[in-house]
C-alpha cells in the first residue's frame, strides 16, 4: 500500500513550513495512507484553541482539527496524526489540551510509524 509519513518538528507559526506540511497532509489522506507525526516544537500544530489573532495567519490547530473530523466520517480516508508523548512533555502540555483525533505515542511506536512509510517529508 501507498503511504506517506509528514513529520512536523517546527511550531505552527512564523513560517510558511507547517501550513504546507498540513496541506500536503490533507491532500495525500484523500489517496493514499497518511500518517503525520508531530514531535519536537511540531506539537504546538495539535495545541487547542489557538488564536493567531492579528498576525495573517489561520488557526492550523482548527484546521487541523476539521481534517480529523471530516476524516473520521469518511471510510475511505486513511489519515492519523501521532503526537509524541516525550516532546508533549519537554514542553510542559498535556494530551487533554489538544485536538481531538490525534493519538499519542511513545518512542517506539513513533519508529514504527516512520519505518512503515514508504515516503517521508519534514517540516
Not at 500518517?35 to 500544530?45: K, N, S, T
Not at 496524526?81 to 511506536?109: C, I, P, W
Request: glycine share 8%.
Amino acid at each position: 500500500m501507498d503511504s506517506i509519513c509528514i513529520l512536523f518538528r517546527k511550531t505552527p507559526y512564523g513560517t510558511i513550513q507547517v501550513a504546507e506540511g498540513l496541506r500536503h497532509l490533507i491532500a495525500a489522506a484523500g489517496i493514499m495512507a497518511a500518517r503525520a507525526v508531530l514531535l519536537d516544537d511540531g506539537v504546538y500544530l495539535a495545541k487547542r484553541g489557538q488564536d493567531p489573532g492579528d498576525s495573517g495567519w489561520v488557526s492550523l490547530s482548527r484546521a487541523l482539527e476539521k481534517v480529523l473530523a471530516d476524516c473520521r466520517a469518511d471510510p475511505f480516508c486513511r489519515l492519523h496524526v501521532y503526537v509524541h508523548e516525550g516532546s508533549l512533555k519537554d514542553r510542559n502540555l498535556n494530551f487533554t489540551t489538544l485536538v481531538s483525533g490525534v493519538e499519542l505515542a511513545d518512542d517506539e511506536q513513533i519508529a514504527t510509524v516512520i519505518a512503515e512509510a514508504r515516503r517521508i517529508l519534514i517540516f
